[in-house]
């Protein structure tokens, strides 16, 4: 791969997205992070010094997509990359969740992929190799109560994943997801909260809710995923596709 390729991250604006696109960045990467709020994203290109081109996106949206790539390709030249880090979750019974959940997390979660990967691949078949890379969760493979519909849209997403690698096999186009468990985010820093302000736990006993599951006793840092990006993004990696690289600890092996 060229060493100035461009790499587009969606979610790139906070958590696991922000430090893969800072981990890509450093290493002389062109790349584009697209998120909804204009102003996360300009946020993180300043602290990036400037590195990152920010661009507004709601994934779930295909027009909305379909204008982004288009502005991000002009300025950059055609994704060799593509990162799919945007995704949302919610908690509740599985008796107590709506529709709107379920057609909210797989806009989002499983569209947005969809949309996005439609937009990178015509031009990406035209460059030596490429790289699409979902990032999914050990919800991907393993059920977890009160977020069935996130698990499932995970499941969907890692099901994507594994039949585009085995239609574009025969290309220089590799497709794998990244399967982080509980990761030290805004998400997980939201939940402890959450478990506090309804069950009266402490902070640490609502914290073992997340680090207990990590045989390890503790959550991934988004920093250990983005290193695992960066590995699949090397030609070290060219024979890697349609698998599911579990970053969990040991919770699933």
Same mark, same amino acid.
């Given at each position: ?6 790499v587009?991250?969606?979610? +790139?604006?906070?958590?696991?997205g922000?430090?893969i696109?800072?981990a890509? %960045? @450093?290493t002389?990467?062109k ?6 709020a ?13 590195a ?14 379909g204008?982004?790539?288009?502005d991000?390709?002009t300025?950059n030249?055609? @994704?060799?990359?593509l990162v799919?880090?945007? +995704?949302?979750?919610r908690?509740a019974?599985f008796?107590?969740t709506?529709d709107?959940v379920?057609?909210?997390l797989w806009?989002?979660?499983?569209l947005g992929?969809?949309h %996005?990967?439609?937009?990178? =691949?015509p ?5 030596k ?7 999914a ?9 009160y977020?069935?519909?996130? @698990?499932?849209?995970k499941?969907?997403?890692?099901g994507?994943?594994r039949?585009?690698a085995l239609e ?7 497709v794998n997801?990244v399967?982080p ?9 939201d939940?402890?909260?959450d478990?506090i302000?309804k069950t ?7 914290m073992a809710?997340f680090?207990? %599951?990590?045989?390890?006793?503790r =959550? ?7 290193e695992?990006?960066?590995? =699949?993004?090397?030609?070290a990696?060219?024979?890697m596709?349609?698998q ?5 600890g040991?919770?699933?092996?």
């Amino acid at each position: 791969m060229s060493d100035r390729r461009h790499v587009i991250v969606t979610g +790139g604006g906070s958590g696991i997205g922000l430090a893969i696109a800072r981990a890509l %960045a @450093a290493t002389g990467d062109k790349v584009t992070i697209m998120g909804r709020a204009l102003d996360r994203l300009e946020r993180a290109s300043r602290e990036c010094g400037n590195a990152l081109l920010p661009v507004a996106c709601d994934v779930g949206d295909e027009t909305a997509v379909g204008n982004a790539f288009a502005d991000a390709l002009t300025r950059n030249g055609p @994704a060799s990359m593509l990162v799919n880090a945007a +995704g949302i979750v919610r908690t509740a019974p599985f008796a107590k969740t709506g529709d709107d959940v379920w057609n909210a997390l797989w806009r989002t979660n499983v569209l947005g992929a969809v949309h %996005a990967c439609r937009q990178v =691949l015509p031009g990406m078949r035209s460059l030596k190799s490429g790289r699409i890379i979902n990032i999914a969760s050990t919800a991907s493979l393993k059920g977890y109560a009160y977020v069935s519909a996130y @698990a499932a849209t995970k499941h969907a997403l890692l099901g994507m994943t594994r039949s585009l690698a085995l239609e574009l096999a025969n290309t220089p186009i590799t497709v794998n997801a990244v399967c982080p468990g509980y990761t030290e985010t805004d998400i997980i820093r939201d939940a402890v909260g959450d478990i506090i302000a309804k069950t009266g736990r402490s902070e640490a006993e609502a914290m073992a809710t997340f680090t207990g %599951a990590n045989p390890q006793g503790r =959550l991934i840092t988004p920093e250990e995923v983005a290193e695992t990006i960066l590995w =699949l993004a090397s030609d070290a990696a060219r024979s890697m596709t349609g698998q599911a690289i579990v970053v969990a600890g040991g919770e699933i092996m």
